[in-house]
């Protein structure tokens, strides 16, 4: 399967199993497994959906956000749990309004799930650690 690295976002052929041990970038040589949220932008995001045939959760967020800032330590959290299942990123929407734009963004957070290079699901609001562990444990 193909997945994208969390640090130098290269493309990365790693086999499917139910739990790895080690996986390392190709290119960068960094740990797979380090499950960070990545920061997408206009440059990189189709890219990345493209290319992962892992859901790809996206947080749509803006630094003034309360409810966005209250989400974020959860987001993490959650990310953590699923290496090489599911892919978490986050979008500024204050510095990258062409994305907040195209997806038609009109509250935040926002988040939405992107399989097969798809939108398939969107959720409009805060979610807590729990929520965001079955919001991702769907779509695996």
């Known amino acids: 399967m193909r997945v994208v690295c969390p640090h130098c976002k290269g ?31 206009d ?21 003034w956000c309360g409810p966005c800032k209250m989400m974020g ?14 892919l978490f990123a986050k979008v500024n929407t204050e510095k990258e309004k062409n994305l907040g734009a195209r997806f038609n963004i009109s509250s935040i957070p926002t988040l939405i799930v992107f399989k097969n290079s798809k939108e398939v699901h969107r959720v409009v609001g805060a979610l807590d650690e729990n929520s965001l562990d079955n919001l991702a444990s769907q779509f695996i």
Not at 73 to 86: D, I, M, R, V
């Open 11 to 41: 493309v990365n052929n790693v086999p499917q199993k139910e739990s790895y041990k080690k996986a390392n970038c190709g290119k960068c040589k960094k740990s797979l497994l380090d499950t960070k949220p990545i920061e997408l932008t």
């Open 43 to 63: 440059n990189n995001l189709d890219e990345v959906i493209v290319n992962s045939d892992i859901p790809v959760i996206v947080d749509f967020w803006a630094p």
């Open 73 to 86: 330590p959860n987001f993490e959290k959650s990310a953590a749990k699923f290496p090489l299942k599911t």
